[in-house]
């Protein structure tokens, strides 16, 4: 950037006077003095003349003038795009979301929130609950909003825990299906019915396997296995199978009549929890901790 040197000769040169660009910079005239006889020395020779109505400038200074104000416009749009960058930056939040979450929670958040501010960009990364907590803790995301499974009081490493709110597995059904009108619903109920789950590793097929595998009796049919909890909720729809799922994220088809969730009885089920994770001791932009303040509140 243009230095001290240099501001105070440019202002020199538009004023024509040491004393007035002495006032303007808010220093003394000997200061703008010292300044200017530096550069003469510097450059080996004079800059100004010095005359009884003020400092006229040389060859040597209009020469300088050109370098040293082609100088303070490139400085100035420097500056104006470190601070563009720094903005821009400071206002990219990034997230990493359960796939199901993501579709039927926080999107209209996102939508809500963007309305009111607009210069915010939102960097939106889809995977597991697993796959987020993990994201989160190595940084590649700034904030999570992930399932997981409560574990008497130990915390998963790395994450800090910003908000949690309980989100227990439902029997998530057609409002035609059998099992409809029941207030509550127990897995063996389920048994004889076709079953739609995710693959092994989602939080809800870790809550199934654990209840199911000491189980005895009829088996459960387990016809719809996917990567993809939207594939089982659109074969939920047509009334050919069953669901486990949390009510919070299906409020939209449960409001529509598209679906009905059923409370279920095991107290395993009521394990799940939905959280707003950052990093441990990892201090976030304020654009991302203004973003944390208001998904708090839609939960």
Request: glycine share 8%; charged share 20%.
């Amino acid at each position: 950037m243009l230095d001290t040197a240099h501001r105070y000769f440019l202002e020199v040169f538009r004023t024509g006077s040491v004393k007035q660009a002495a006032a303007n910079l808010h220093v003394v005239s000997s200061a703008v003095s010292r300044q200017i006889a530096k550069l003469e020395e510097e450059s080996g020779t004079s800059l100004f003349e010095r005359r009884p109505n003020g400092m006229v400038p040389t060859r040597a200074g209009e020469l300088l003038f050109d370098y040293a104000q082609r100088t303070a416009m490139d400085a100035q749009r420097v500056r104006h795009e470190l601070r563009s960058l720094r903005g821009s930056e400071s206002s990219t939040i990034r997230i990493g979301v359960n796939e199901t979450v993501g579709r039927n929670v926080l999107a209209g958040i996102l939508a809500a929130y963007r309305a009111d501010h607009p210069d915010v960009v939102f960097r939106l990364r889809s995977g597991s609950s697993a796959s987020v907590a993990q994201a989160v803790a190595d940084g590649s995301v700034d904030i999570g909003l992930a399932f997981r499974i409560k574990t008497g009081g130990v915390k998963a490493s790395g994450i800090e825990v910003r908000h949690e709110i309980d989100s227990p597995l439902s029997a998530i059904m057609a409002p035609g299906h059998p099992l409809a009108s029941r207030t509550r619903v127990s897995l063996d109920d389920l048994k004889p019915y076709p079953i739609a789950l995710t693959d092994s590793g989602a939080t809800v097929r870790l809550l199934f396997d654990a209840c199911v595998r000491n189980g005895e009796g009829q088996p459960f049919d387990v016809a719809f296995s996917s990567n993809s909890s939207s594939i089982s909720y659109s074969i939920v729809k047509t009334g050919h199978a069953i669901t486990l799922g949390g009510e919070i994220i299906l409020r939209g088809e449960i409001e529509r009549g598209e679906l009905l969730a059923v409370p279920l009885a095991e107290p395993q089920f009521a394990r799940r929890t939905l959280q707003v994770q950052t990093a441990a001791d990892r201090l976030l932009p304020e654009a991302a901790e203004r973003f944390i303040a208001a998904l708090i509140a839609a939960l």
